[in-house]
């Protein structure tokens, strides 16, 4: 993106019950410079969270809170704030969650992108965690194949998918392809928001320095999902398969990431009808959907073996300061 530094952020946060966290989110993107617009979506909460964000207002004029009167997913949420707002680059920040100070000066040193994100660091203790590694930031170019790969996630491995990164975005990119949220997603929303724009040619960059904070929750809303979200997950990678323009390399990867979320769908189908209906409605469940044992059986089998493993492991230490997505040189080697 040419002149990139001369241009401003509008941070959008959808929240939904976030009054204990939503102050702080909404004071680390008004700390940033480049920030013109702060747009808080309210999504139909019941605990306050419009009002303490209101209080977190600087007196600057940026700050804008609107409230949903019922519940309609992030998505929505985000949609919304992208009409009522005007700067030319966007930034997504999750309302439980916060900028370090300075972190969008890298990536508005960088030219030649349509979005650019940058580290992220997982933090498990955040009052014991005030400042991340400084790392290098190198910048290099993310590809549609490598994007999708990037969030197949593998038992066993603390989870890291690309899909975490909280890119800045071009409004004129995303105008100009018409490109916005799948309303209709609750799970998997970012990742197939990214996808369809780099299938549209965003030139998509990620540098290695930490500017973003992510606090890691047990009861995150990701870690509730319905399995009709699933369905609607893998639904969306089918639509993105079903666009001609596609390079058959990425169609390859996309058809990976769909068949791993429609096994997990599978799974949690059976899981349904034998928890609501028993086991021989489970049974007929398989029998009519023979396409589908492969991925029970084999997530079954998978469940049992790591609740084998919990019980039988020692008691993990409860890990300490924080993790980052992306490996990185820090900044003081040369």
Known sequence: ??????????????????????????????????????????????????????EADDGSGRLSVVSFAENRGPSAARNHAFSISSAPLIAILDADDFFFPGRFAPMMGEEGWDMIADNIAFIYEPTEFLHPERFEARARTMSLVEFVEGNISKRGVQRGETGFLKPVMSRAFLDAHGLRYREEMRLGEDYDFYVRALAKGARYKVIEHCGYGAIVRNDSLSSRHRTADLQKFYEADEAIMADPALPEEARAAVRGHRDHIRDKYELRAFLDVKREAGKMAAVRHVMARPRALPAIAGGIFRDKLDLIRARTAKTPLKPLGARYLLPGIPAAQK
């Open 1 to 54: 993106m040419a002149e990139a530094a001369a241009q401003t952020i509008c941070v959008i946060i959808a929240a939904k019950n976030a009054a204990d966290t939503i102050g702080i989110a909404i004071q680390s993107a008004l700390n940033e410079v480049y920030v013109s617009e702060v747009v808080v979506v309210d999504d139909g909460s019941t605990d306050g969270t419009a009002a303490v964000a209101r």
